[in-house]
């Protein structure tokens, strides 16, 4: 079993729909990380929390730390948002300089 | 500012050649690393670094050499090609040793190896 797991791994969607990503992990963390990756393009760091809830736009990360989850949420979907979506924790408590990373969730909006 | 600048973005290299991987940053950043990406599986770290003069091996680190003679630079050689190594290779960096920063990406290195 994979330390990181995400789902769904492929996501189709209408514009305008509200978009939700899962993210649960079996380790314990200090931070977990949501990245975008566009087709054929770099990687682009979105939010990094270790509690709570963080907005940017129509982005929204949560994280239960018991429950070990984290969810991404897209408001109001456009195309430009297709990309895949990436989870990684760290837990660098004991020196351990190495994210752990989740597969990606590949999101096809659809105008 | 131009962040992290790798190079080449794509390569093709026959069984048995060498090549290096460039990966430049100009954020003063201590932490760079190195990962590949295959399909269907998550980034795995090759290698990364701490600071100049500090190198260490990530998960899957065999057929990779690394050097870090500078804060701004750490390049990424491979030592005699394989298939395997057929992949899309990222280079990384943060600002400091903790992993709770942001992390910045180059824009990936698309290599095969036949």
């Known amino acids: 079993k994979n330390e990181v797991e995400q789902s769904p791994q492929n996501l189709t969607a209408q514009e305008g729909e509200f978009i939700t990503i899962n993210c649960s992990y079996s380790?314990?963390?200090?931070?977990l990380h949501w990245l975008q990756q566009h087709p054929g393009g770099g990687i682009v760091s979105l939010f990094m929390?270790?509690?709570?809830?963080k907005k940017h736009g129509r982005l929204i990360a949560t994280i239960n730390i018991q429950e070990k989850h984290s969810s991404l949420h897209i408001t109001a979907s456009h195309p430009r948002d297709s990309a895949v979506y990436i989870c990684?924790?760290?837990?660098?408590?004991?020196?351990?300089?190495?994210?752990?990373w989740g597969a990606g969730t590949k999101l096809i909006i659809k105008p | 500012n131009a962040g992290v600048t790798q190079t080449p973005k794509f390569q093709v290299l026959k069984t048995g050649q060498s090549m290096t991987l460039q990966c430049a940053q100009d954020?003063?950043?201590?932490?760079m690393s190195w990962y590949r990406q295959d399909p269907g599986m998550g980034l795995r770290l090759i290698h990364y670094?701490?600071?100049?003069?500090?190198?260490d091996q990530g998960e899957v680190p065999n057929g990779y050499n690394v050097s870090r003679s500078t804060t701004e630079d750490f390049p990424l050689r491979l030592l005699s090609a394989a298939p395997s190594q057929t992949s899309v290779y990222f280079c990384?960096?943060?600002?400091?040793?903790?992993?709770?920063?942001?992390?910045?990406f180059g824009q990936g290195t698309r290599l095969t190896v036949v």
């Open positions: 990384a960096s943060s600002y400091s040793l903790s992993l709770n920063t942001e992390a910045f």
């Open positions: 954020m003063n950043h201590e932490y």
């Open positions: 670094s701490v600071g100049a003069g500090i190198t």
């Open positions: 380790v314990g963390i200090s931070a």
């Open positions: 929390l270790s509690s709570g809830k």
């Open positions: 990684a924790v760290s837990n660098d408590a004991m020196g351990n300089y190495q994210l752990i």
